[in-house]
């Protein structure tokens, strides 16, 4: 029933016979009788041929997702077999958003490459939501993100912590009045700001125009429980996707963003901007390694978490 599922997979993927004919490099006839027959054998058909691209049938689409199943089964034993015959070899597929994908995993990746030059990597960058899809499909090994999810289905390991902190353009009034508690970018590289009793309230900044992410993004969600939790209502310049453009934008001087620690301590030093740390506990955060539960992670893949997180300890950075 499911022998010629990567006919069937192909169909269905390309959104067309013809497609998946090219794809699998066979003709469209000797295609369309091997579908056909999977239909004759399971009494119903798979797809709508009347609609372009090909849609599925409601039996179709169960149909789809247990061939997706066996060939996720299928790629984790290869995977495992894979390891057993080369050791520490092979790919890993690992994502981020742009931040962790830019400043974090090329490091990351080439210092870990240096002890086991064999392993080859894949980099995808995109939002949360689209990774972790990515994820549970199949398609990435590993996602590294500071997002809290809760899922059955997803594992976390920590990676470390950050906290974060308000950009604030050094052009704003306010620097001046709170002189004393502000920190520069070479402070926060040197983790000066990690135990320092140097704290300000979210009200005083309550004036000026904020640069928020949107509430899907873990940032946009904290800040937005912030100033929620302050009874504040913030003046929004702009609403974006990234981190990283948001803290662009702030250096330009249109507004106070929220940022990590983590992307100033690998950003050049910005003298436009004054930091400051917040009293509140949830600017406090980990960033995570996650991956899909009951899935094989090749032996390449649990040796990158293990490497990367082998020296994480929860009182220092």
Request: charged share 25%.
């Amino acid at each position: 029933m499911f022998r010629n599922k990567d006919v069937v997979l192909a169909v269905y993927r390309e959104g067309s016979f013809s497609r998946a004919a090219e794809k699998l490099y066979v003709s469209q006839p000797s295609l369309s009788a091997t579908v056909k027959r999977i239909e004759n054998k399971l009494s119903v058909p798979i797809f709508d041929r009347t609609t372009t691209p090909v849609t599925l049938t409601p039996i179709g689409r169960e149909y789809i997702r247990y061939c997706m199943m066996i060939e996720e089964q299928e790629n984790s034993f290869s995977r495992y077999l894979s390891d057993q015959v080369n050791l520490l070899a092979g790919e890993i597929r690992i994502g981020g958003s742009s931040l962790f994908s830019s400043f974090m995993l090329p490091r990351m990746i080439s210092e870990f490459s240096r002890l086991y030059p064999q392993i080859s990597f894949q980099i995808f960058e995109d939002s949360t939501k689209n990774l972790m899809k990515g994820l549970l499909a199949g398609n990435l090994d590993i996602i590294l993100d500071n997002a809290i999810i809760r899922d059955e289905n997803i594992l976390s390991t920590v990676y470390t912590e950050e906290l974060l902190l308000l950009a604030v353009p050094s052009s704003f009034e306010i620097n001046r009045e709170l002189a004393p508690f502000s920190f520069s970018g070479e402070d926060i590289k040197k983790g000066s700001h990690l135990h320092s009793d140097k704290t300000v309230e979210l009200g005083a900044f309550s004036r000026y125009p904020f640069i928020l992410l949107h509430a899907e993004n873990d940032t946009g969600k904290r800040a937005e429980s912030l100033f929620k939790k302050h009874q504040l209502q913030p003046d929004i310049a702009f609403r974006l996707d990234q981190q990283v453009t948001a803290y662009n934008i702030s250096s330009s001087g249109m507004g106070i963003c929220f940022v990590s620690d983590t992307l100033i301590r690998h950003s050049e030093n910005s003298p436009s901007l004054c930091f400051y740390r917040l009293s509140d506990p949830e600017i406090c955060r980990n960033i995570y390694f996650y991956q899909k539960n009951k899935r094989y992670l090749s032996l390449a893949g649990q040796r990158f978490v293990e490497h990367n997180t082998s020296k994480f300890s929860p009182t220092e950075k």
